[in-house]
């Protein structure tokens, strides 16, 4: 590892973002290198610093009542002040414990699909940083390929124990998108199939692996570090799109590989 490929994983490794494998890459030119090791000192100086530095803007008091003033009340409220009820509801005791019980299960089952909810954006959105990640350190020199060629049946046969899925390689050359060839990557504390194509300048990794996130019938998509990312399962795989390329083209080349590993025309 050169000083250029280390500086760019200095923030991922400080972060805890790196596999066991760069960061001990990372580490070992740190070990040996004055100029990137005082670089390394200067960003956790500058972490620490952040998180010692009270940031955060604290609101008034008063702030919470003035707004609440100042905002119009609820219909019921309104039409409690004009109309007075001729006469209370007096509820039994039957009547609380069971409402109690009913709401509480009732708010026992919101807060689990809550979780649920909160716990499978999470998954989702900590698997497509390390995508990304992945995606952005392939692009150093000399790591985005293991096996460099547009063969497909050399590709396919690279990967046999090595990840522990048969991922599918998809010639696309004559759609538009040419394949490159394959590496071995890690998300997630995972190896997973990278299998990479090229559309005029851009690159298209394609990670392939198990149960790699949330389990999704249609594609999803979304935007990270300013990188394109589609995620669908299929087949009992995950897949995983990354490119700098237009959202469009991205979604044609999804279509395309979704369409030939059904072996269904595009």
């Known amino acids: 590892m050169n000083c250029a490929e280390c500086e760019v994983l200095l923030h991922a490794l400080i972060d805890g973002e790196l596999d066991a494998g760069h960061a001990r890459d990372v580490e070992a030119h740190v070990a040996t290198c004055s100029g990137c090791a005082e670089k390394l000192e200067g960003f956790r100086a500058m972490r620490q610093a952040m998180a010692a530095a009270n940031l955060k803007q604290t609101a008034p008091a008063h702030l919470r009542s003035r707004i609440e003033a100042a905002l119009p009340l609820p219909p019921a409220q309104v039409s409690a002040k004009i109309v007075t009820p001729r006469k209370f509801f007096q509820p039994s005791r039957r009547l609380f414990f069971g409402g109690f019980a009913a709401g509480t299960a009732l708010s026992a089952a919101l807060a689990a699909t809550l979780v649920l909810t909160v716990f499978t954006n999470d998954r989702e959105q900590t698997v497509a940083d ?23 049946h050399t590709v396919k046969p690279w990967f046999d ?38 559309r005029r300048k851009h690159v298209i990794n394609l990670f392939v692996a198990q149960r790699l996130g949330a389990t999704h019938g249609n594609v999803a998509d979304r935007t990270v570090q300013g990188y394109n990312v589609r995620h669908w399962s299929a087949g009992g795989l995950d897949f995983w799109a990354v490119s700098d390329l237009d959202p469009a083209e991205l979604d044609e080349f999804v279509a395309k590989i979704s369409a030939a590993f059904r072996g269904t025309p595009s």
């Not at 952005?136 to 020199?141: A, N």
């Not at 048969?166 to 050359?173: H, N, Q, S």
């Not at 394949?179 to 190896?191: N, V």
């Open 130 to 152: 390390e995508v990304v990640s992945a995606h952005i350190r392939s692009l150093q020199p000399g790591h985005l390929m293991d096996v460099e060629t547009s063969d497909q």
């Open 161 to 198: 124990g090595k990840v522990d899925v048969a991922p599918p390689v998809i010639d696309l050359t004559a759609e538009g998108f040419t394949l490159l060839g394959g590496r071995l990557d890690y998300i997630d504390g995972e190896s997973v199939a990278a299998v990479v194509y090229k």
